[in-house]
Structure formats: C-alpha cells, structure tokens
C-alpha cells in the first residue's frame, strides 16, 4: 500500500517555542491532505484540510496563525504550532488523499507532541 | 460527509469472526464506506472500502446492505493484535473525512 511518512514521531518543546511537523506522501502525489489531533482516549478531529498550491482551510474552532499549514508541494504538507502552550500537547495525525482511479486517503504514523 | 453511528465497544474471542456494524443512513449516493483501524498511539490504518457492493480482501470483508444505510465490517478469524479502535466514514473524493467515535474491539484469548 501507499506510505505516508510523518515526521517526528516524538517532539518535546519548551514552552512559547514553535515546533513543524512534515507529512510526505512517499510514492505517490497528493493534492489533498489532512491534520488531526487525538486527546487520550478521544476520536481523530479534524483540524484542516490542506490542497497543494492553495490555503488551507480550517475547522471551525482552530486557530490558523497558531497551526500553520503549508502544501507547497503535491508530496509535502507542514504543520506548525506556532508558540506552543502546554494546551497544545496532542497527538497530531496527517493523512494524505491518493486520486486518479479509487480515491483512498492513507495516514502517517502520527507526532506525539509535549509542550513542557 | 455521512454521519456514522456505531456501538462503543464490542468484545471477540480469538479465532472467531468480529463482525464490526456501522450505521450510515445519511450517506449521499456518491460516498464510498471506508474502515480504518487505529491500534494504540499509531496512526489509523486502511482496512477496505465499499460503494455498493460487498467486497473482501486479505484483511476482512465489507457487507453493505442494499439500502447503503449501513454495513457491517467482518474479521474472519480475529487475532489478539486486531484489538483496536474501527472507525466507519463515508467519505468522497476531497471531501473533508471526518471520523466518528469508532468500537473498541477488544479480542479475547
């Protein structure tokens, strides 16, 4: 199957400190990808979705200049938390949306963020 | 996206048949049913997806009812480490995927 890698799996940041998290779709091109966050023991809510070349677009709810999200790329999507607070600490997911043929949308492996 | 209702938490005893039910009836015609599993702290996992027909590959088979207002997700013979988090979504092309509150399935030895 498809490999979405996310990058770091685990990050620890003081606290007023930005942290990025890359998500690349290794073997194929995503025009569509999108970033959730998991509190323990809770369901994956979605937090953007993310087209290359274009803004993202935001839930309801979440700020866009503390989680910044750049697409620039058909393999490549960013999250940013911008001056993490300890409230940030989650687990952040992305997943990246495959097309042509059967549209299928695979999930990396999800950052473990803890803001200290 | 289809909202998506399915029970909380469901029990298996190793070797047995998991026979997982979601209900969808707000799916529009053009979403497919897709299942994915999440297992503890890694990101969720692709099971299989379906529009109208049953369909069946080397992890589980998917029954979806004629009406496409729900369907069930079928383990055959479960192992210990198919104890996860099953999550049911409707989903279409670039629609944003929302997932619901997914079972718990806890296999049993």
């Known amino acids: 199957g498809a490999v979405v890698s996310q990058h770091p799996s685990r990050v620890i940041c003081k606290s007023g400190t930005s942290v990025k998290i890359e998500c690349r779709s290794l073997d194929f091109q995503a025009t569509t990808m999108f970033w959730y966050r998991q509190f323990p023991k809770q369901s994956l809510m979605l937090m953007a979705t993310s087209n290359e070349g274009s803004k993202a677009t935001y839930e309801q709810g979440v700020e866009k200049d503390k989680f910044l999200i750049n697409h620039a790329s058909l393999t490549l999507s960013t999250l940013t938390v911008a001056s993490a607070h300890p409230e940030d600490s989650s687990f952040y997911i992305c997943s990246a949306v495959r097309t042509g043929g059967l549209t299928e949308a695979f999930f990396g492996q999800g950052t473990r963020l803890t803001v200290v | 996206d289809a909202k998506t209702t399915q029970p909380p938490s469901m029990d298996c005893a190793e070797g047995r048949a998991a026979n997982l039910p979601c209900n969808h009836s707000?799916?529009?015609?053009?979403?497919?049913v897709y299942w994915y599993r999440q297992i503890h702290s890694q990101g969720p996992q692709y099971i299989i997806h379906?529009?109208?027909n049953n369909e069946t590959n080397e992890m589980a088979s998917l029954i979806i009812t004629e009406d496409r207002k729900s369907s069930t997700l079928i383990l055959p013979h479960a192992t210990l480490r198919d104890t996860a988090v099953y999550y049911c979504?409707?989903?279409?092309?670039?629609?944003?995927?929302?997932f619901g509150a997914g079972t718990r399935l806890t296999v049993k030895p």
């Open positions: 979504i409707g989903y279409y092309n670039n629609n944003d995927m929302r």
């Open positions: 379906g529009l109208k």
């Open positions: 707000t799916i529009s015609g053009n979403e497919y």
